[in-house]
């Protein structure tokens, strides 16, 4: 029985196979192109069917399309939404090529009409006319066409862990934290480990004239970590920077920090290929559908569909976008984004709810992390008068008690949509992984890896990067040091180090006292702190290091001549204080005591024409710094503040003047200014932009004490100084400036077949300084000042700048490795100084998506 059911099976099975190879041998295989008839323009999503069958296929993105045709069959049916219908006959048995040219139904679309004449190719396209009704219509589609617009707006943004294996989260240093994986979100086949999670609810008023726009936060909370390893402001604020919200009406939409087109800026059709996929009839307006790619793949565009209403507003009532995998976006492995709108009272549409995806890792199905933030938007109200004090202040005001923290019962009453699964538990899995040791002791190496600060309590010692360095003047250096933390006390800190040049044999040291008149951390923002230092210690002339010690150790090489420095000691007092809105000042006085260094000699000429050497300056001086960074962001670390660089300038304005007390030997005013901006240029990639300026009133100030222009001597490309510019080379009175950073992301690389694969990116820089020295300050033609330095064969190596500016610029590539850039530089005047170079190669690392 069992044997005759084997040989019945193997022979139905036979028989299947044998029908299926002669039915496939006698079908027939077509494929081709189908383009636009009067531009050649590629078309994707055709319908491709065998008229009277349900067998039939759609062409891809690129135009190109593969059926095979029963053996019983002899023509095909092409239809595209927008064109006129085709049949093609076929040769039967006999694989072929047709290529397929589709004539527009210009009866279609009655309502789109073309206003102006288009420059993009595809002209005659009605998914071109109709995109461009859309453009046309997009002042009055936004929030700005109405009066006054108030609703309420929910935001969440949540973080996991992407792409975990059973492998990875049964691993033993997991052993203690197996309550964080009961469960899993596998909802697209990946596990993911929920780690973060950030609530806000707002009140949002809009006025048109004069435009303002307020948002009250009614409640608002967070997943927190300690917070002595992690800053969680800055945090929030950066995963904000990272998940910004979306406007379809933008010209141009943030993502990752980067800046994508629009589908529907002014400039889309150019750069996007718009294509008629559907009508849909089923709903009141009818909707058409309209698909869209990027002419390149790998440019930072968007690709997707939008749903377009017919009822004469031409509006997005829909809309999904995504990227190509291809795009030039670095650890970018998945992006969606999806936008509805609802009908308001008055006929136009509003957002009702956007979401935004984004997954990242280091490639393809490694483990990486999972983003998500979504916004709803209820209770519109439309046109209803409010008076001016609701829109006086800040552009985001918290309206609750941030002490008052409501209950999970009382958030899940404020929430207008629940949260996912996977999201409950994220603030208690949080706030346990705290309390247990292991991951508190991760953490503090954590933050002695990056920071470079090893947390003990009361006291931090660090930073680690700082305990051994070298240079000419001291030799081997080594530093130790640390500071006071919140858990010793919350108002008063104290910081200090103490280092020993080998060569020089002299001891450097510092001392600080810091008094938080507002009773919190002095690192965290708003600053408010009256501070008293001592400083003894190495320094060269002219680097005013803001971000990191002239004793790191990856600063100790160093190019060409670097064996004039100074001895400072320093006393300082200073007072700062910065507001909400991100203006800031600092009050400050200071007392110098500077000795050259090296083979550096502080020389004055005296009347019987001899030089007196082994000169002391001493210096008193007063200062005030003004400062205004409006929607600024940063993440602040141990040491300094990470900027999270957007759209808005910063002005920094400084003042300081020399006095004759406690010491002080000059007299003099310096006003200096300085302005950036980061400008975003869409595809075109973006571009960092500073202006300064500085003028010094005043006659015989030394040298030391005028602006000693910043040069790099090592082998790093530095973004704030002049890269081939030695050490001391130039010293002005007055001066102005201009620095400018382009960066094409990839722009034109995308382009070449050979690299867009790479992901490189191009970068362009321009520097320009003029300024001079006048002659009461000069010593050349003064006696009564320090001479400029000059080197063993008695050449001057210090110079003023004359009506020639100097001038130097770069061009280099990019996102080598996802983390490298290299510059070649040019110095273009000034060429004739002794120990010039006219070319130079500086490297850069750079973690950007």
């Known amino acids: 029985m ?118 993009y190719r595809n002209r005659d396209n009605p998914a071109v006319q109709l995109i461009r009704q859309v453009i046309d219509h997009k002042e009055q589609n936004q929030m700005g066409s109405n009066a006054y617009v108030e609703y309420q707006q929910y935001e969440k943004i949540s973080l996991a862990l992407s792409n975990l294996s059973d492998r990875f989260k049964n691993r033993r240093i997991f052993r203690n934290y197996q309550f964080l994986f009961s469960e899993p979100d596998s909802t697209d086949g990946k596990n993911r480990l929920p780690a973060y999670l950030e609530e806000k609810l707002s009140q949002v008023y809009y006025r048109k004239s ?15 970590f300690d917070p002595r390893f992690v800053d969680n402001k800055g945090l929030s604020k950066y995963f904000n920077r990272l998940y910004e919200n979306i406007n379809i009406y933008d010209n141009n939409i943030s993502i990752a920090t980067n800046q994508l087109l629009s589908p529907i800026a002014n400039s889309a059709p150019t750069f996007y290929k718009f294509f008629i996929r559907d009508t849909v009839k089923t709903q009141q307006p009818w909707l058409i559908e309209l698909g869209f790619v990027p002419r390149n793949k790998t440019d930072l565009l968007f690709e997707g569909q939008l749903f377009v209403t017919l009822d004469g507003n031409y509006a997005v009532q829909n809309a999904y976008l995504t990227v190509n995998k291809d795009i030039n976006l670095n650890y970018l492995q998945d992006l969606e984004a ?76 404020l929430r207008p949509i629940p949260l996912e699964k996977s999201e409950t538990r994220i603030y208690h899995n949080v706030d346990t ?45 080594l530093r130790f040091g640390g500071r006071t933390t919140p858990s010793l006390s919350k108002r008063l800190y104290g910081e200090t180090y103490a280092a020993y040049g080998f060569k020089d044999q002299k001891w450097k040291y510092f001392l600080s006292g810091t008094y938080s008149i507002n009773n919190q951390s002095v690192y965290a923002f708003p600053l408010h702190f009256v501070k008293a230092s001592f400083q003894r210690d190495t320094k060269i002339p002219g680097q005013d290091l803001q971000f990191v010690q002239e004793d790191n150790f990856l600063l100790s090489f160093k190019r060409g001549e670097n064996n004039r420095w100074l001895y400072n000691d320093v006393y300082r007092l200073e007072y700062i204080k910065e507001f909400e809105n991100h203006f800031s000042y600092k009050v400050g006085f200071s007392q110098l005591t500077q000795r050259p260094a090296g083979i550096l000699e502080y020389t004055k000429s005296v009347p019987e024409g001899h ?37 808005y300038p910063i002005f920094t304005l400084r003042y300081s003047t020399g006095l004759k007390l406690l010491g002080g030997d000059y007299q003099y005013h310096n006003l200096a200014a300085n302005v950036e901006k980061r400008f975003y240029l ?163 690392f750079k973690f950007d998506f």
């Open 338 to 413: 999806r936008l509805e709108f609802e009908k308001s009272s008055n006929g136009r549409y509003h957002p009702s709810q956007t979401s935004l995806a984004m997954e990242f890792s280091l490639g393809p199905n490694t483990p990486g992390v999972f983003g998500q933030r979504v916004v709803h938007f209820s209770d519109y109200q439309i046109d209803q008068t409010r008076p001016d004090s609701v829109y006086v202040g800040p552009l985001e005001e918290v309206a609750f008690n941030p002490a008052e923290k409501p209950n999970e019962t009382v958030w899940n009453n």
């Open 210 to 224: 004069p435009e303002a726009r307020k948002q009250q936060v009614k409640a608002q909370r967070r997943a927190e």
């Open 433 to 477: 992984l705290q309390t247990i040791p292991s991951f508190r002791r991760t953490m503090s190496y954590a933050t002695l890896l990056i920071a470079g600060y090893k947390n003990t309590g009361p006291f931090e010692i660090g930073p680690v990067n700082a305990f051994y360095s070298f240079n000419p003047v001291e030799g081997f250096r």
């Open 682 to 844: 869409s595809q075109f990639g973006y571009m960092d932009a500073t202006a300064e300026g500085g003028y010094i009133l005043g006659k015989n100030i030394p040298f030391p004490l005028l602006t000693i222009h910043r040069a790099n001597q090592t082998y790093a490309y530095q973004l704030n100084s002049y890269n081939l510019m030695n050490f001391l080379e130039f010293v002005s009175d007055h001066y102005a400036s201009v620095n400018v950073q382009y960066y094409l992301n990839g722009f034109l690389f995308n382009k070449l077949p050979l690299l867009k694969h790479l992901k490189l990116r191009e970068v362009v820089s321009f520097k320009a300084l003029a300024g001079g020295l006048r002659a009461e300050n000069d010593p050349a033609k003064v006696a009564d000042v320090y001479r400029f330095p000059v080197d063993e064969q008695g050449r001057s190596i210090s110079y003023t700048l004359g009506k020639e500016p100097y001038i130097e610029g770069s061009v280099g590539i990019a996102n080598i490795f996802k983390l490298l850039r290299v510059d070649l530089v040019k110095r273009f005047t000034y060429l004739d100084h002794p120990g010039v170079s006219e070319w130079g190669i500086r490297a850069r």
């Open 611 to 647: 030089l007196n050497t082994g000169e002391v300056l001493h210096n008193s001086e007063a200062s005030l710094e003004l400062r205004y960074a409006p929607n600024e962001q940063f993440y602040q670390g141990k040491v300094y503040r990470t900027p999270i660089v957007n759209k």
């Open 2 to 119: 069992l044997r005759s059911i084997q040989k019945n099976g193997a022979f139905i099975l036979g028989i299947l196979l044998l029908i299926s190879r002669i039915a496939s041998a006698q079908s027939t295989l077509v494929k081709g192109v189908i383009t636009d008839a009067k531009t050649g323009e590629t078309l994707p999503f055709v319908s491709v069917v065998v008229p009277g069958t349900t067998i039939g296929t759609s062409s891809d993105t690129d135009g190109q399309y593969s059926l095979s045709v029963p053996a019983d069959k002899n023509r095909i049916k092409f239809s595209y939404v927008g064109y006129l219908s085709q049949e093609k006959t076929i040769t039967v048995g006999q694989t072929q090529v047709i290529n397929i040219k589709l004539a527009v139904d210009a009866t279609l679309l009655k309502e789109v009409t073309v206003k102006g004449k288009s420059h």
